[in-house]
Nanobody
Framework: QVQLVESGGGLVQAGGSLRLSCAASGSIFSINAMGWYRQAPGKQRELVADIISGGNANYPDSVKGRFTISRDNGKNTVSLQMNSLKPEDTAVYYC?????????????????WGQGTQVTVSS
């Protein structure tokens, strides 16, 4: 069984910073990509940032230049440094991993999700 456990999040004023972390554990054969998504009330879940095993990161324009994703392949962790936060960044943030479970055959990847962590930015 594969699990993703998030930490971080909380309440911050506009212009402030927060750091989210996520650790993957369990029956992991390989991790092809890890990332962060967010979902605000009444809105669809959207990509915030993702990073592949080679280190290439991808950001939507809404967070580019403010958020930085990083990954430790040896520890199966991913972090998201969020700077210059805005009220519109308020959402539940979810860690995502595209992971191959060592118990599965054939060795195909599947999406795994953390439980979510609340980020609230006050104006």
């Amino acid at each position: 069984q594969v699990q993703l456990v998030e930490s971080g999040g909380g309440l911050v004023q506009a212009g402030g910073s927060l750091r989210l972390s996520c650790a993957a554990s369990g029956s992991i054969f390989s991790i092809n990509a890890m990332g962060w998504y967010r979902q605000a009330p009444g809105k669809q879940r959207e990509l915030v940032a993702d990073i592949i095993s080679g280190g290439n990161a991808n950001y939507p324009d809404s967070v580019k230049g403010r958020f930085t994703i990083s990954r430790d392949n040896g520890k199966n962790t991913v972090s998201l440094q969020m700077n210059s936060l805005k009220p519109e960044d308020t959402a539940v943030y979810y860690c995502n991993g595209r992971i191959v479970d060592s118990r599965r055959w054939p060795r195909t990847e599947a999406d795994y999700w953390g439980q979510g962590t609340q980020v609230t930015v006050s104006s």
